[in-house]
């Protein structure tokens, strides 16, 4: 069962993560094996599955996005904690509203998470 306390701390630790724009500082959040997907995969890699597993793929899409844009910075507006899983929301990049789910493993990694935007098109 996730704490409020982990998951104040994972969500502020995410956020930090990602506004550094350090990839390993991003992925030590998850596991190796985790699958991540996004609406945002498609446009960036011409998958249209939106689905991706592994850390060496994931944080090569990722490397991609940070380079697209590198005034990147998240801002958290809201946490939503589950028994084994998290959702923030937050405001992304060009503006957009996301809310990110994750699912964690026993030792607190990520293991699932899914991207969504609104405003997408």
Do not use: C
């Not at 094996?33 to 960036?44: G, N, Q, T, V, Y």
């Not at 940070?66 to 405001?91: H, K, R």
Request: hydrophobic share 40%.
């Amino acid at each position: 069962m996730l704490t409020e306390e982990f998951a104040q701390r994972f969500a502020d630790q995410w956020i930090a993560a990602w506004n550094s724009h350090d990839l390993a500082s991003i992925l030590s959040h998850y596991n190796d094996d985790f699958e991540f997907s996004s609406p945002l995969i498609a446009r960036l890699t011409g998958d249209d599955g939106g689905r991706l597993t592994g850390k060496q793929a994931i944080g090569e899409y990722w490397q991609r996005g940070l380079a697209s844009y590198p005034d990147l910075n998240f801002q958290l507006t809201e946490m939503l904690v589950g028994a084994s899983s998290l959702a923030i929301v937050y405001q992304s990049v060009n503006n957009l509203q996301a809310a990110e789910w994750f699912e964690f493993d026993q030792d607190g990694l990520v293991t699932r998470a899914s991207a969504h935007y609104s405003g997408l098109s």
